[in-house]
């Protein structure tokens, strides 16, 4: 297994180069599907959820290749609508495969995903959704099985609540091509969805009220082959955002380049300005200033364009490094708290009632073994050896090499002392 081992206290100074969404690039994978022949896809992030999504397209006929940042699917034959336990349990992302394969086949047989890292979250919606659009859903060995009438599928309409990004994706995939015209009360416009309707209407979709909260699709037979572009990854600048104002040097200007500072929303954006590190935005560049001294801001998560709950672990982070008592509250997934009893470990003083964490900052952090949960969980861990006293080891990182591009490289080209090594987290510790 792999581990990262920081060095804490050294400065974060320099440009940190933004990658391509993760979050965006799946559901454009997915899409593919929905068109017979060649799609390129330009700006897809090197990471283990995309090679698994690969894996996922490839199991069910599609030819899949990924140099330099560029995919291209071919997707002339589709052969096997389904998706296996195998590759949906390591990532739910995979679940796409419901509403693109019905699109496209009529017929699918994906796994479902069961819980994750963090807790229960469901799948009814989806359900729900392809049931609202005239399918046939069963389950069977812990398969979802969906079929469609052989006239096609009718179209429908179903009001999301909550407001979820997964289930609009996997609901236009379907309703793209069906006979009839769908509706989604309560979409999410979350700025992945957004482009992944820009694709869809690329590809020939003919949807309507892209960017609110009702879309209507009026189906279509079939798609269009496309060459599109992926966006900046919003949760990777806010990561690096909050990495530069607790690990930059005061007064000196961090620039993260390639990114999109839009698609963070606002509730983030007026949060980081309240701490205090000041942010200039300079076309596709966030120059982040880091202060003196950090305020503390208590947050709030939400859907979007309020604080995103994939950033709640590393703002905790933050709120350590601040003098006085402050919050994150989560509301989008109540229990996604794994980070803290890892933190725990480096010395943060942070309590979990419910949705809520009340962190105590202006404590010392201190180097330790730790592991790493999940995605953003892991990432947290990273921002706290940045900052800490000593040394941090980091274990189980294939988590983090899920949703982070070549992390340690970026950090290390910035001045911070970060190293990936092998580890066996079985071997017994040294006697004597
Ligand atoms: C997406 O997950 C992201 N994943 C998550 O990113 C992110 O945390 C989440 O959106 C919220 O922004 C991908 O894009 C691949 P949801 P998704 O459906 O689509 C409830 C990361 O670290 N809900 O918008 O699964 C649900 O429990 C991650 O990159 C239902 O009740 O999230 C939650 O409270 C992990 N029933 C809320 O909706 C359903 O059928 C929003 O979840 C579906 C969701």
């Not at 390591?90 to 693109?100: H, I, P, Q, V």
């Not at 060995?141 to 599928?153: C, Q």
């Not at 996997?170 to 979350?190: M, Y």
């Not at 350590?320 to 008592?325: D, F, L, S, V």
Request: aromatic share 4%; charged share 20%; proline share 6%.
């Amino acid at each position: 297994m792999e581990k990262l081992v920081i060095k804490g206290g050294n400065q974060l100074k320099g440009a940190l180069r933004i990658s391509s969404s993760k979050n965006a690039a799946m559901p454009l994978m997915a899409a593919t599907l929905l068109a017979s022949g060649v799609t390129t896809l330009r700006n897809i992030p090197r990471l283990r959820d995309i090679a698994t999504l690969s894996h996922v397209l490839r199991i069910a006929g599609a030819g899949v290749s990924l140099e330099d940042h560029t995919m291209q699917v071919d997707t002339t034959r589709i052969s096997f609508p389904e998706a296996p336990y195998e590759l949906v349990k390591k990532m739910r992302a995979s679940f796409y495969m419901l509403g693109a394969l019905v699109g496209r086949c009529g017929q699918a047989r994906v796994s479902l995903p069961g819980g994750c890292a963090w807790g229960p979250r469901p799948v009814n919606l989806h359900l729900e959704g392809m049931k609202a659009l005239g399918a046939a859903i069963d389950l069977e060995d812990g398969y979802v099985v969906a079929t469609t009438p052989k006239s096609g599928l009718p179209g429908g309409s179903i009001r999301l609540e909550p407001s979820s990004v997964g289930a609009t994706i996997n609901i236009l995939l379907a309703a793209a091509t069906a006979r009839g015209t769908s509706r989604i009360e309560n979409a999410a416009i979350e700025p992945d969805v957004l482009i992944f309707c820009k694709m869809l209407q690329a590809m020939g979709a003919r949807l309507q009220g892209v960017g609110t909260r009702t879309l209507e699709v009026e189906g279509v037979p079939a798609l269009r082959t496309v060459t599109f572009s992926n966006c900046p990854d919003r949760i990777e600048l806010g990561t690096f955002m909050i990495a530069a104002a607790i690990a930059g040097r005061p007064g000196e200007p961090v620039r993260l380049t390639h990114a999109n500072p839009d698609h963070l929303g606002n509730d983030f954006l007026e949060a980081f300005e309240r701490t205090g590190a000041g942010y200039r935005i300079l076309e596709s560049e966030v120059v982040v200033t880091p202060p003196e001294m950090l305020r503390p801001v208590s947050i709030t998560t939400g859907v979007y364009p309020r604080f995103p709950t994939d950033l709640q672990a590393q703002w905790t982070v933050l709120l350590t490094q601040c003098p006085g008592q402050s919050t994150v509250q989560d509301t989008v997934y109540g229990d996604r708290f794994n980070h803290i009893p890892e933190l725990a470990r480096m010395g943060v003083e942070a309590t979990v009632r419910g949705d809520t964490v009340a962190v105590q900052g202006g404590l010392t952090l201190r180097g330790a073994h730790v592991m790493s949960t999940d995605l953003r969980a892991s990432v947290s861990l990273v921002l706290a050896g940045m900052v800490a006293h000593g040394t941090t080891h980091i274990g189980r990182i294939y988590h983090l090499d899920r949703g982070y591009e070549r992390l340690e490289e970026k950090l290390s080209g910035c001045g911070i002392d970060i190293v990936r090594v092998q580890y066996d987290e079985f071997a017994a510790p040294a006697v004597g």
